[in-house]
């Protein structure tokens, strides 16, 4: 089974950048992904997902801020976040549904292989 490693998390500015990345052990070409998040006492998030033939979505709290990529070569997800802001801080996880063919993706914690999680502080 498909396993992912997150790295790329710390402590940021608001109005900083981060990049994240998600390794994972095998080809991800025929898998949705997805970043969520969870901050404490919160319910985990849809961020971002990429579906296995393309497309891509957004939550709105991110739209315009974050960008989600995949290198299919190098088997990493990677998740471009610009202008934080202190709500964005959360501990992020990347996640991958086998899906083969899918244009669509969901926001919806539907997947069935994570990563451990990045903590993501965004703090003045």
């Known amino acids: 089974q498909l396993q992912l490693v997150e790295s790329g998390g710390g402590e940021v500015q608001p109005g900083g950048s981060l990049r994240l990345s998600c390794a994972a052990s095998?080809?991800?070409?025929?898998?949705?992904l997805g970043w969520f998040r969870q901050a404490p006492g919160k319910e985990r998030e849809g961020v971002a997902c990429?579906?296995?033939?393309?497309?891509?979505a957004y939550s709105d709290s991110v739209k315009g801020r974050f960008r989600v990529s995949r290198d299919i070569d190098k088997n990493t997800l990677t998740l471009q976040m610009n202008s934080l802001k202190p709500e964005d801080t959360a501990n992020y996880y990347c996640?991958?549904?086998?899906?083969?063919?899918?244009?669509?993706?969901?926001?919806?914690?539907?997947?069935?292989?994570w990563g451990q999680g990045t903590q993501v502080t965004v703090s003045s």
């Open positions: 095998g080809s991800m070409q025929y898998y949705n």
């Open positions: 996640a991958a549904l086998w899906n083969p063919g899918s244009p669509r993706c969901t926001l919806s914690p539907r997947y069935d292989v």
């Open positions: 990429l579906g296995s033939y393309g497309g891509s």
